[in-house]
């Protein structure tokens, strides 16, 4: 199973077609992949927005339950994963600036694109450690890490970039 990044795991919430396409996994035993650090970005997300408007506290609960219940598996930041993340990290300290020569258009400060493009490379770490690939709707951002991670491990396989899951609504 893929490990879905933070562009594509934000889609998850209550009666979406991708929380259903969630469930129907989970169920057969094979649940998709969360890396901690997109948790760590949609808890973030949801409780920064939660003290001006409730929705997105029930949202926190909510979330929190549908991880308790292991909908979906995280895994885990291991050690090995943090070293990688430095060495990408040091290769490509700011992110991609935009794809095919066109420059990224982003709503976010620079320093929240920043902080966004380290737990990008950290989620690119665990999944490749993980031998698993990564679904995203920003892949720009992955390629450029799959090409660092082939850089630095010629002989290893690479980072596969898939697009996120196609689901429609019910």
């Known amino acids: 199973m893929a490990v879905w990044d933070t562009s594509v795991a934000s889609g998850l919430h209550p009666d979406s077609p991708?929380?259903?396409l969630a469930s129907?996994?989970?169920l057969a035993?094979?649940?998709?992949?969360l890396a901690a650090p997109t948790v760590h970005e949609i808890a973030f997300g949801l409780q920064r927005r939660a003290e001006a408007d409730a929705r997105f506290a029930t949202?926190?609960?909510w979330f929190t339950d549908l991880l308790d219940a292991g909908v979906v598996e995280v895994l885990p930041l291991s050690w090995e994963a943090a070293l990688l993340a430095g060495r990408l990290r040091a290769s490509?300290?700011?992110p991609p600036t935009g794809g095919r020569g066109r420059k990224r258009r982003s709503r976010d400060p620079k320093p929240e694109r920043r902080v966004a493009w380290i737990a990008d490379i950290q989620i690119a770490a665990t999944a490749w450690?993980?031998?698993e690939d990564v679904c995203t709707a920003d892949?720009?951002?992955?390629?450029?890490?799959?090409?660092?991670?082939?850089?630095?491990f010629p002989d290893e396989g690479r980072l596969k970039v898939l697009p996120a899951p196609q689901v429609s609504a019910v």
Do not use: K, M, N, W
Not at 29 to 33: I, W
Not at 139 to 152: K, M, Q, Y
């Open 129 to 131: 450690l993980a031998g």
């Open 24 to 26: 129907e996994a989970a």
């Open 139 to 152: 892949r720009d951002h992955f390629e450029v890490l799959s090409d660092a991670i082939a850089g630095l």
């Open 59 to 61: 949202l926190f609960r």
């Open 92 to 94: 490509r300290p700011t």
């Open 18 to 20: 991708l929380y259903e």
């Open 29 to 33: 035993q094979e649940p998709f992949r």
